[in-house]
């Protein structure tokens, strides 16, 4: 990949490994945690940038939303799974083989 978006923090090994020489890892986020290890052969070997950046300013999210509620962008949803299959849902994830959110449907 020439550029990857992590918003986790602690899937930088994964990252770093999908991104090709001269890649770009941009990190918007850290819903893993605030701390993580990361090996740093990955970022002289393979000549990485990292990029620190926010989502945005609160007009850039109204802007993105009403483009959103017009039906004008969509969002990349994988595959969706009862609550009950959480656990089935977690190992398409470990699998790496969604394109995608997967989200959990809730029964109220």
């Known amino acids: ?4 978006v992590d918003n986790v923090g602690t899937t930088y090994a994964q990252s ?3 991104a090709c020489k001269g890649g770009r890892i941009l ?4 819903t893993g945690g605030a701390k993580f290890e ?9 000549h990485l940038s990292l990029i620190g950046s926010t989502m945005g300013t609160r007009r850039d999210f109204s802007e ?11 969002p990349v949803l994988d595959r969706e799974f009862p ?3 959480a ?5 398409r994830l470990e699998s790496g ?12």
């Open 27 to 30: 990190t918007v986020g850290n």
């Open 64 to 74: 993105v939303m009403a483009m959103v509620f017009a039906g004008k962008l969509q």
């Open 38 to 46: 990361i090996d740093n052969r990955f970022l002289f070997g393979k």
């Open 83 to 85: 609550l009950a299959d």
């Open 1 to 4: 990949m020439d550029v990857v």
């Open 97 to 108: 083989e969604q394109l995608g959110k997967i989200t959990l449907i809730i029964d109220t």
């Open 16 to 18: 770093f490994r999908a």
């Open 87 to 91: 656990a089935a849902a977690h190992e």
